[in-house]
T-cell receptor, first 113, second 118 residues
Framework: GENVEQHPSTLSVQEGDSAVIKCTYS??????FPWYKQELGKRPQLIID?????GEKKDQRIAVTLNKTAKHFSLHITETQPEDSAVYFC????????????FGTGTRLKVLA | GAVVSQHPSWVICKSGTSVKIECRSL??????MFWYRQFPKQSLMLMAT?????????EQGVEKDKFLINHASLTLSTLTVTSAHPEDSSFYIC??????????????FGQGTRLTVV
């Protein structure tokens, strides 16, 4: 069935360093890949997304890359700050909103001051 | 952005009782809403797709008779956990598509409901 794998499960970085989280999806029909940040006990917040017709997208310190052939996509956070500490989830879908999302297993990012 | 509100935010109930969780889209209409379940320190697992005016579509392994979904209007979907047991204790969260009348933009999530069954 549809599956999204996410690595690593935990990640600790020094403040100012970069963090990279990687995901692999199984359904080749997926064409929308959002990334969510979730703080403890709160709702997931969309931080960036990418569609399959684009290989890379950047928004200030956050970037996402997509390799559709390999079914890989990655989140890159540069110049990390303590407030970036949270759990990050990737997801794959056949489209935004209307279609169901299959979430990755999550990455707990800790930025050390 | 669009607002999705869930109620209640938390609930404690006794084993054997039923609990209803509401998911409302406050400033847009949503023909489709999704219900997820999240165990502590785990991912969001899709339970079912809620379709306005029709039966919900459940994911494999989710008991439809235990998790009753009703999407009676374009702004409200409800999830009822029937005959709740301690193993049903979890964080339940809904999402809705805000792309009414045009291409979908993103899914917006409710704030979640923490259910504890004692």
């Amino acid at each position: 069935g549809e599956n999204v794998e996410q690595h690593p499960s935990t990640l600790s970085v020094q403040e100012g360093d970069s963090a990279v989280i990687k995901c692999t999806y199984s359904d080749s029909a997926s064409n929308y890949f959002p990334w969510y940040k979730q703080e403890l006990g709160k709702r997931p917040q969309l931080i960036i997304d990418i569609r399959s017709n684009v290989g890379e997208k950047k928004d200030q310190r956050i970037a996402v890359t997509l390799n559709k052939t390999a079914k890989h996509f990655s989140l890159h956070i540069t110049e990390t700050q303590p407030e970036d500490s949270a759990v990050y989830f990737c997801a794959a879908s056949k489209g935004p909103g209307t279609y169901k999302y299959i979430f990755g297993t999550g990455t707990r990012l800790k930025v050390l001051a | 952005g669009a607002v999705v509100s869930q109620h209640p935010s938390w609930v404690i109930c006794k084993s054997g009782t039923s609990v209803k969780i509401e998911c409302r889209s406050l400033d847009f209409q949503a023909t489709t809403m999704f219900w997820y379940r999240q165990f502590p320190k785990q991912s969001l697992m899709l339970m079912a797709t809620s379709n306005e005016g029709s039966k919900a579509t459940y994911e494999q392994g989710v008991e439809k008779d235990k998790f009753l979904i009703n999407h009676a209007s374009l702004t409200l979907s409800t999830l009822t956990v029937t005959s709740a047991h301690p193993e049903d204790s979890s964080f339940y969260i809904c999402s809705a598509d805000a792309g009414t009348g045009g291409p979908s933009t993103e899914a917006f999530f409710g704030q979640g409901t923490r259910l504890t069954v004692v």
